[in-house]
């Protein structure tokens, strides 16, 4: 029987994967150089603004097709992924430069959303799709952004960030989980892991894999917070001391 993947479908890791997975790092570096050399000056505002409405211009009319007839699926087509959320926040944190909203991007941006890109699970046409385009687009944007107001704008992560994150992702886990009980749908794979390999194979059964994702979260988000907060710390003894 023969079991090879058709030319037009997306392979983890074939061609395609490690085409996106190498433009992702060469733009995260250029946004980072960028960020720098604009710090303190008006321009800067202008750059994260106008990044603000790229983010908007491209994920607006991909979430307009979904609710379209033609493609509608309860189980894909509601805003419910976490992903959804943070391309909101991600915009938003762009524009207004909210602490609250640029936090948020840091943790879900460089923690949750590479899940996707070393694992994605995307069982879609390969480039130029429009699935294979919207479903990297949008798990690129974000660690990019991340990147760009964190080491580029140069805004801090704090334990405050952290935990208003943890009580905005602890509200739609919770939000999510029963409207996917009620519907029969698996948004953030809050109610069984995804058909494809992923990390949450490592975590255990259903619901024990929830809980145990939920300790890595707050243990990885501690461990990506205390650099940043004990850098300030030092400085501040170092002021102190002076």
């Not at 509608?72 to 391309?87: G, K, N, R, V």
């Not at 999510?176 to 029969?184: D, E, I, L, P, R």
């Not at 953030?188 to 300790?215: C, I, M, R």
């Amino acid at each position: 029987m023969d079991t090879a993947v058709p030319p037009d479908v997306f392979v983890p890791y074939g061609t395609t994967h490690w085409i996106v997975l190498g433009i992702g790092l060469v733009v995260a570096v250029l946004l980072v150089v960028a960020g720098r050399a604009l710090r303190g000056h008006p321009a800067a505002t202008t750059f994260a603004r106008g990044f603000a409405i790229a983010i908007l211009a491209f994920e607006i009319p991909l979430q307009i097709r979904l609710l379209t007839p033609a493609v509608w699926d309860i189980h894909i087509s509601l805003p419910l992924q976490l992903s959804d959320l943070a391309w909101m926040t991600a915009a938003y944190a762009l524009w207004s430069g909210r602490r609250w909203a640029c936090a948020a991007l840091y943790y879900w941006g460089l923690t949750l959303t590479p899940q996707a890109l070393f694992t994605p699970a995307l069982d879609a046409p390969d480039f130029p799709h429009v699935d294979f385009v919207a479903f990297w687009g949008l798990h690129l944007l974000l660690p990019w952004a991340a990147i760009y107001l964190t080491w580029g704008a140069g805004v801090r992560p704090t334990w405050r960030g952290m935990r208003t994150t943890l009580a905005i992702t602890g509200v739609w886990a919770a939000l999510t989980m029963t409207f996917n009980a009620v519907a029969g749908t698996n948004y953030g794979f809050l109610n069984h892991k995804p058909n494809n390999p992923s990390l949450l194979d490592l975590l255990g059964p259903w619901p024990w894999y929830v809980a145990v994702e939920l300790v890595l979260v707050v243990v990885g988000w501690s461990l990506i917070t205390w650099p940043w907060t004990r850098a300030r710390s030092d400085v501040a003894e170092l002021d102190h001391d002076r």
